[in-house]
């Protein structure tokens, strides 16, 4: 009887260590996964921010009276492209996003550089870029959701405060900054 009981210890101790193992595991792939998943979108938004400085000079050429507004844009993607942190970055992306529709917008007012190819080649492949930083978005915050929510579950809760493993942020778009009209002024 005595050795039944002690299997069944064994057994159960076995049993915890191997789900312990199993979720501490799992909290590392997912882990992993967010920072592949950022670094993924981080490489897209690098080359946004490489072809915001080709955009600004063939404006500049057509638009040179609207310097507040390029030197808005081109200081808005240098605190994009130095933010350190998620959270900085996300900040900074929602106020770079702003200038970019403020950019844009002065193409309307120029019909010369409407009709310009550089620019519109530029345009094209900035709209497509947008395209694939959203897509990286999307998989990254869909990372993040499951692992928060594995954060915050229980049993895997004990684990994760345990371990350290604490939240991710999500990158969000300013709701604020996507209803504000753009604002072009002659």
Do not use: C
């Amino acid at each position: 009887m005595l050795l039944w009981v002690f299997l069944g210890l064994v057994g159960l101790v076995l049993l915890i260590g191997l789900w312990l193992a199993a979720t501490y595991n799992g909290f590392v792939k997912l882990r992993n996964k967010v920072e592949e998943a950022f670094s993924t979108m981080d490489v897209f938004l690098k080359k946004r921010y490489d072809l915001i400085p080709n955009i600004v000079e063939t404006v500049k050429g057509y638009a040179a009276h609207e310097s507040e507004t390029l030197r808005n844009v081109v200081a808005a993607r240098n605190a994009a492209a130095g933010a350190q942190t998620i959270e900085d970055r996300v900040t900074a992306e929602n106020a770079f996003q702003a200038t970019l529709k403020s950019l844009f917008a002065l193409s309307e007012a120029y019909p010369d550089l409407k009709a310009n190819t550089n620019f519109l080649n530029l345009q094209s492949q900035l709209t497509a870029m947008e395209g694939e930083i959203s897509d990286a978005r999307r998989y990254y915050n869909a990372v993040v959701k499951t692992f928060n929510t594995k954060t915050e579950v229980f049993p895997s809760n004990i684990i994760a405060g345990i371990f350290h493993f604490v939240r991710k942020p999500l990158f969000e778009v300013s709701q604020e900054a996507e209803r504000q009209n753009v604002e072009v002024k002659f």
